[in-house]
């Protein structure tokens, strides 16, 4: 049974350092016909387990725990019996949404999450979050990159908890070294490659945002 991606997308608001903002998610499945995995469990835990379907979901994993990535990941949990994976360096982050319920498991660089045949190595890149992370699939050519690359750059560092140097570092030395045909599946927004974005690094560091 051939792994398939899939892409749902939910809306709801980020709040962070007194702000709110409307936002637009990507929820990205990653499975076949019989078991799958979430990639952050954006707003509506309901649709994101209707389009999982009969499915057994295996894990929920979170790119990192900005509100809007994680807040319908309990209830996912919750009815669906999936376990929730975090990078630690984001429970801070996390306690702000979900105080009283704490992930499940810790990720850690270069382990690997299995599902349906896909093989998503876990890459820390901080930047856009302390325990920010990308998940890496060879054999399909992808990587859900969350919100530390999107197509025209970096994701933003604006905000608490983020820094501009560090999301340069990670992208540059973590994302940027994939082959240039890797497909980059963002937190938000459209697709891009690594081909795409990498001659732009400089134009990013000069911009310095």
């Known amino acids: 049974m051939a792994v398939r991606i899939e892409r749902l997308v939910t809306s709801g608001q980020f709040t ?4 709110t903002w409307d936002v637009d998610n990507n929820v990205w499945i990653v499975g076949d016909d019989h078991e799958a995995v979430v990639i952050d469990a954006a ?5 994101i387990a209707a389009a999982v379907g009969d499915r ?3 894990a929920i994993v979170c790119t990192h725990a900005h ?3 994680i807040d319908a990941a309990p209830a996912l949990a919750d009815l669906t019996g999936a376990r929730i994976w975090l990078h630690p360096d984001d429970l801070p982050l996390w306690k702000m949404t ?7 498991e810790h990720l ?9 045949g ?5 890459m820390h890149t901080p930047g856009h979050a302390p325990g920010a992370i990308c998940l890496y699939d060879p054999g399909l050519g992808v990587v859900f990159t969350g919100d530390t690359l999107f197509q025209g750059g ?13 999301i340069i570092d990670s992208i540059r030395d973590r994302l940027l070294t994939l082959p240039p045909e890797t497909k980059v599946l963002t937190g938000h927004g459209d697709p891009t490659t690594i081909g795409a974005e990498a001659p732009h690094l400089q134009e990013w560091i000069a911009r310095g945002h």
């Open 16 to 19: 962070l350092d007194g702000g």
């Open 154 to 166: 970096p994701g933003a560092t604006g905000r608490s908890h983020s820094h501009f140097p560090t």
């Open 98 to 104: 979900h105080p009283n319920r704490d992930p499940d």
């Open 118 to 122: 896909a093989d998503l190595k876990i």
């Open 67 to 69: 509100n809007d990535h």
């Open 108 to 116: 850690v660089d270069g382990q690997v999450i299995e599902a349906a």
């Open 43 to 47: 707003h509506d835990a309901e649709a």
């Open 56 to 58: 057994r979901l295996t």
